[in-house]
């Protein structure tokens, strides 16, 4: 009888991985917290109808979609999962776009310093995560596996789309001295401040770089799941409101997302493939694989 341990790859990591799993964590907590919240306390949290239209959809979203995404790519990455540590960098700035839009629409009051929290937390989180990602050694598994100048081509042409958009939008409310909604300017706000990510990462990745790889599958999942999670928020505002679903509308925007769905699938794609066809214990310029337990055993029943 021959008995080993299951291998796993060593993830590429240049610290300590621990304190990101707990701020992680707590992410996980605080944003189960507050959507449940914001589902049961609705009056209460949003003091407006504006506001109950906007936002108790998203509670939703947020919980069964980013929440689930969010916990799944840490488990992947406790596991040692590649996969599972560049789209828990994805799933951490999914929860900072959305709470950064909650931080600019609230009132002040006990629940805005909740979502205040959770959108420092998050950033905090993502730079440290990031920050400790070796990306000499992501590119060296990954190089010529994924769709570096599709998906770097599509990041940066989405972000630019969307970052033109918003100026435009601001403009048009300043020189028309017509106010948006605040729901509305804070989404915006969000669009402003999160899309220059989408830009730098599709340039770095189009140009092959280390930190190109490592934010590349984090940010299509990121707009994947915006995509999917505006699809969502339509089906429960629908409900909320009593008004019909507005199905050509969400046509649109799954077709949309095929911009991002195919370039994800890829790059997932290539992850994978990239990992399983190392065997464990091999060694190929950075692709380094935890070291064979030597402690394997072999006996005779």
Known sequence: MTTHR?????????????????SSFVIA??????????LQFRTSIYPTDELIRTFVPNDT?????????????????????LIGLLCWAGALFFVLYNYLAYAFALPLAWAFLAHLAL???????????????????????????????????VLTALGLLFFLRVIGVLFNALSSGILLPEPELAV?????????????GGILLWQRKGLGYVAGLGLLLQGSMLFVALVIYMIVQSFLTSTPFPILDALVVMCMGLFCFIPFGLFVRGVVSRQTT????????????????????????
């Open 29 to 38: 907590f605080l944003v189960a917290v507050v959507s449940v919240a914001g």
């Open 61 to 81: 979203v947020n919980l069964f979609i980013g929440l689930l995404i969010l916990l799944g790519s840490m488990r992947l990455a406790w596991r040692g999962k």
């Open 119 to 153: 959108t420092t937390l998050s950033l905090y989180t993502l730079i440290g995560l990031v920050a400790i990602i070796d990306g000499k050694i992501v590119k060296q598994r990954l190089g010529g596996a994924v769709p570096e100048r599709l998906a770097g081509g």
């Open 188 to 200: 915006n706000i969000s669009d402003f401040l999160t899309t220059p990510a989408w830009v730098i």
């Open 278 to 301: 190392l065997a464990p214990g091999h060694n190929n310029s950075g692709t380094d694989y935890i070291a064979e337990d030597d402690t394997k055993k072999e006996g005779r029943a």
């Open 6 to 22: 299951e291998h796993d790859t060593k993830l590429p990591l240049k610290g300590n991985i621990c304190p990101i799993f707990i």
